[in-house]
């Protein structure tokens, strides 16, 4: 087996790994008391979950796959956090939303840049559906 090979493997296994651990978290959230049905919300986890491992399946380039791994387990930490499923939407730095008379792709391009890391997912334009 080359050197790529057992890393790709290793890859894997690790990804499996952090979808049993993230299917774990949806059978055991808490939820928040008084906000949020906590069944609805593991509902969400699954099926994010499945959303964005199913998008991700095809990926084979180590660099991108240990990228998307990071992003799961930031993710998985912010919930666990501030106990709450949903991703944390960025604070855009000043000067990145478009005045009037300066071009829109100015704000895309800044809320591009400013795209957190646990949020990386979500740029190639999928969007999570929140209940």
Not at 6 to 28: D, F, G, W
Not at 42 to 49: F, G, L, N, W
Not at 69 to 95: D, F, V
Not at 110 to 116: F, K, R
Request: glycine share 6%; net charge positive; hydrophobic share 35%.
């Amino acid at each position: 087996m080359s050197a790529s090979a057992a890393s790709l493997s290793s890859q894997r296994q690790r990804v499996l790994s952090l979808y049993r651990q993230i299917l774990r978290l949806a059978r055991q959230w808490p939820g928040r008391p008084g906000v949020a049905d906590p069944a609805t919300e593991a509902a969400y986890i699954r099926t994010e979950a499945g959303t964005l491992f199913r998008q991700h399946k095809s990926l084979s380039d180590p660099v991108v796959i240990e990228s998307h791994i990071a992003e799961a387990e930031s993710r998985i930490n912010l919930a666990l956090h501030y106990n709450i499923p949903y991703p944390r939407m960025p604070n855009l730095p000043p000067g990145c939303l478009a005045t009037p008379g300066q071009p829109k792709r100015r704000t895309a391009r800044g809320m591009d840049d400013a795209l957190p890391a646990y949020m990386k997912s979500y740029k190639s334009g999928y969007a999570p559906k929140i209940k």
